[in-house]
């Protein structure tokens, strides 16, 4: 299958890393109650990485993948997106950046009950001011790429888990956003959904979209090329690795 746009050309040279975190901490809590989430992480993440990051309950994943999408701010350190400081922006500029620059998969789905998978998909580009005959146009794209085109009138009750992640993915996808950040995208599916749900991003992968992927699985994390390990807010590992292979799934071309 073909991804957004075709494969990605190289930066400029000169460019920014797709992430940059630097030293960055989280504390909740004052006095007793104080809890130290993260305690100074630092990582830079290129152009077409595919990271999995990985750790037990309580390493500071979760609260890591909040601050990478945005979605947090840190206590301290510097949190930089495509060479935007996110720590400069306000409120509404940061939601702009999330809209623009970031595709969510989330464990749960977080799809709209009563509203079509194609209106789903739609939600990003609505929200980012796009027009409704372009959006219609990508969404059905997106929704095609990721072998959905029989059920974009569907309602999220009427696809199983792993339509649904994949309606998920469609709409992570359809604002050609630079980062794509995956939660625990296969926590709630069966076998073959995790294997349909992990070849997308793959393929994904191998055209060059940059991909962090939260998981605590170690054969979900075989399918990223390089592995971070945090353990009590730290990062303790990060390695390469030669990803898994896998026969990719068939997908079509989504504009722009």
């Not at 000169?14 to 004052?30: F, I, N, S």
């Not at 990478?68 to 702009?96: E, F, I, K, M, N």
């Not at 929704?143 to 992570?172: M, Y």
Request: net charge negative; proline share 7%.
């Amino acid at each position: 299958m073909t991804l957004p746009g075709g494969p990605l050309p190289d930066g400029p040279a000169g460019a920014p890393p797709v992430l940059d975190v630097r030293q960055v901490t989280k504390v909740y809590g004052d006095g007793d109650a104080t809890v130290h989430a993260l305690r100074g992480v630092s990582l830079i993440l290129e152009r077409g990485d595919y990271v999995a990051i990985m750790g037990a309950s309580g390493s500071g994943k979760s609260t890591l993948m909040n601050i990478l999408g945005c979605l947090d701010v840190p206590s301290a350190g510097s949190y930089l997106v495509d060479g935007t400081d996110v720590g400069s922006l306000d409120d509404r500029q940061l939601a702009v950046l999330r809209n623009r620059k970031i595709g969510f998969v989330f464990q749960s789905f977080n799809l709209i009950p009563r509203m079509s998978a194609l209106a789903n998909v739609e939600l990003p580009l609505a929200y980012g001011g796009v027009s409704a005959s372009t959006r219609r146009e990508r969404a059905l794209a997106a929704l095609d790429q990721v072998g959905l085109a029989d059920r974009t009138h569907h309602d999220p009750n009427e696809l199983s888990g792993g339509q649904q992640q994949r309606v998920a993915v469609a709409r992570a996808l359809v604002t050609a956003p630079s980062l794509l950040l995956a939660d625990e995208p296969t926590g709630n599916l069966d076998t073959k959904s995790t294997a349909d749900v992990l070849q997308i991003l793959d393929r994904l992968s191998d055209m060059g979209r940059t991909i962090v992927l939260i998981t605590h699985e170690d054969d979900v994390a075989l399918h990223a090329k390089r592995v971070i390990r945090l353990v009590d807010g730290l990062i303790v590992e990060d390695r390469r690795q030669a990803p898994v292979d896998g026969p990719p799934p068939r997908l079509s071309r989504v504009g722009p």
